[in-house]
C-alpha cells in the first residue's frame, strides 16, 4: 500500500499552499512525519496521476487533482539554493525512510541526494526498501506529460547510483525495465560491497583491480570507498592509471581534489 500525505493530493494551487504549510512546520522543528499530516491511499478511489517532476514546460493539467509528489523538494531545492539555507537538505535523509517522499525525490533532478558514494549507498537501500510498494500502482507516474507510465521505465536517481557504484547497465541502456526483481538483482552484484568488503579485509591490491575497466562516475565513486579507510594515494594511483577517457572531466575534477577528504563526485 502507498499512502502519501493527503495535502499533495490536490490541484496545483492547493497542493502549493500545503507544501508552504509543510515546510513551515518542518523548520519550526517538526519531523517529516507530523509534518505531513494525514495521509491518503494511491488507488482506484483516487484517481490521478503520481508527478515525480513538473517542470515549466509540463503538460499536466494544473486544475486537476494529482499526486504532487515533487512538490516539496522542488521548493527545498528552491529555498536551499537560492536563499542559502541548506540545513533543509539534511531532511532528505529522514525523507527516505518515507515511500511517499522518496518517491518525490527519485527524480533526476534531485541529484544533491546522492552526490557522494555513501549517498547513493543510501538511497539505493531506501531503494530496495520501498520499490515495492512504488511499482505496485502500476502505470500512473509521469515526469512532465499528461498519460502515467510505470515507475521501472521511468529514469531516475536509482538508475543513476546503479551506474555510479559499477552495477552492468547493459540491460536498462537496451530498454530494460528497473522491476523490484531486477533492482535485487543489481544490488547483489554491485561492485561496491565487494570493493568495501575486500578493503575490510585489507585486501587493497584486490580491491584495486575492481576499479579496471570502469568510466569516469563509476570510476571515481568506487575510488571514492578508499578515503574512508585512509587509501587516498592509493585511490588516485589506480584512477590515474585506469582512465581510459574523461569527456566530461569528472575524473580530473575529482583528482585536482586531492587532500580534500570531503570531496565528492560532481
Partial sequence: MF???AFLYETFAEARKGTNRFLTALRSGKSLEEAAGPLIEISRANPGLVVL??????????R???FHLDLPWRRIDNLAFEHDKPELLLRAAEALEHAWAFAGLVASQFYWVVRTAKGQLRFLEAARRHWPALTSIGQRYTDGVPTGMSLSQLPTLVTGCLGRQGADMGPFIAGAPLTTEALESALAHLPRFTVVALLQRGCVDEATQL????????LVSLAEHFLAFGLED???????????EDPHGIVAEWLA????????VR
Fill in 257 to 264: 581534489g586531492r587532500g580534500n577528504l570531503a570531496r565528492t
Fill in 53 to 62: 517532476w513538473r517542470g515549466g514546460m509540463s503538460m499536466i493539467p494544473s
Fill in 211 to 218: 576499479l579496471r575497466g570502469r568510466k569516469d562516475f563509476a
Fill in 64 to 66: 486537476e487533482r494529482h
Fill in 3 to 5: 499512502l502519501p500525505p
Fill in 234 to 244: 592509493v585511490a588516485c594511483r589506480a584512477v590515474e592509471e585506469y582512465v581510459t
